[in-house]
């Protein structure tokens, strides 16, 4: 009897560069989750969206790994800079839609500058902030987003500095789509980085993701399901949150707010760009 030949294929085949597996990333990481559901969204953007038309670029670490693994035009940038980098590119070409999806260590502790004024100019970029509080790729030191008194290999006491509130710095500085979600939360992630495709402005989603091997092991999450359980026991949904307060202390009883805080219509960097040079009577 011939058996019947299969061949292993994926709904998401074509958004992945499959010829790249196996990937780096540690069992239990969560960034494959995160390629998940943001090749997912591309997916479900495809009517709007063309997919030639859909960028992403990256920075350094492990979850800078990202550009190399989604197939559609990307960008693996320096330490810390893939927010100017994706800056030129919208500005160049108007029609990509330009994701930038990186680490805390690379958006925030080392690039932060150019993250707020992004949010400030509300540059038609989509961030996706994956904050798994330490530098995982370099060996789990802390940075900007470590939770206070967390162990880290550079806080071996407990880390003696205090996180930002990822949503309250952007909310401030001015990103007009604000939303936080875990890894837990793949279908809500999924939609909001549809939403954040479609709108007209910079967008921000922190998610909030797993290192087992950096920070997890360290601070009594010894696999990537304890830090799953520990975002399904603290992450809160609610429309009163104040997003000042909205770290994460990693202490199982923890009020981790999530979802979309803000979405503001206020116009868009281009947008005020191209009615200024209207006004203008055409002189940029
Ligand atoms: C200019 C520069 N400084 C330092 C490094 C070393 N380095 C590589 S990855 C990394 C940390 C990345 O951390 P994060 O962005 O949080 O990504 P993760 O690995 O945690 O996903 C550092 C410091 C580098 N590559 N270039
Ligand atoms: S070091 Fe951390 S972030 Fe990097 S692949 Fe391993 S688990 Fe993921
Ligand atoms: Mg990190």
Redesign the pocket.
Known sequence: MTLPMFVETHPRDELVRTERLPHIWCPGCGLGNILSGFTQAIINSKGTIPIDNQVVVS??????RFAGYVKVDSYHT??GRAIPFATGLKLANKKLNVSVI??????MT?GGNHLIHAARRNINLNVIF?N?F?????GGQF?ATTPHGAITTTSAKGNYEHPFSMPYLMASAGASYVARWTTLHLKQLEKSIENAFHHDGFSFIEVMSP?PK?FGRKNNFKTGLDQMRYFESASLKSDNINLKEATASMKLLDNLPVGEFIIDNKPSYLKVKEATILNNGGRT
Request: negative net charge.
């Open positions: 920075g350094i670490g492990c979850s800078g320096t330490h990186s680490g805390d260590g690379d958006l080392i994956v798994n330490n530098y995982g790729m370099t940075g290192c950096g």
